[in-house]
């Protein structure tokens, strides 16, 4: 395998987040064209051969992830990321979105204020003024974060809606 390949590889694995190629290359110092020739090179490796991880593309941003059928046994070791109030909410908001601050706060209780300050800070909540509360709805950022292909806040609700289907009667 080529180099450049390989230290493209061994970067969208420590990253533990979504790169764009001009971030690859500048930290590893290979042209912004060849990083891209790499990642998908890189891509079309992982997606032909059998492996638990992908090469996923969201927007102009890559990452490396555990592919949706393991991600059940490797979540069993993998660190929470987030406290679980903070899943709950951003679980509620991704699915009923677009949801009133008000609406929210009925139902999950009064401490979803300080959890929607956080998941602002996260940049994985976007808010809009309503009246004399907010309308809430997931981010550009919610897609990237949770590892869903999905562009918009719509396709993010669409995603949620096609996961629980079946389950929740």
């Known amino acids: 395998m080529e180099e450049s390949i390989l230290i493209v590889e061994a970067m969208l694995f420590s ?38 991880l992908e090469i996923i593309r969201t927007g102009d941003k890559y990452s490396m992830q555990v592919r949706k059928d393991y991600l059940g046994p490797a979540r069993t070791l993998a660190p929470t990321e987030m406290p679980k109030d903070l899943l709950r909410t951003i679980a509620v908001i991704a699915f009923k979105q677009p949801i009133l601050q008000s609406d929210l706060a009925r139902h999950r209780g009064p401490r979803v204020y300080d959890e929607i300050s956080r998941l602002r800070d996260m940049g994985l909540v976007a808010v809009k003024p309503k009246g004399h509360t907010l309308e809430l709805t997931t981010s550009s950022r919610f897609a990237e974060f949770f590892g869903i292909e999905a562009r918009n806040s719509e396709e993010v609700r669409r995603y949620f809606e096609k996961a629980t289907s079946g389950r929740m009667e």
């Open 15 to 52: 990253a533990g987040r979504p790169l764009i190629p001009a971030d690859i290359a500048v930290a590893s110092g290979l042209d912004v064209q060849e990083v891209r020739k790499a990642l998908k090179k890189l891509s079309r490796s992982y997606s032909n051969r059998s492996t638990s």
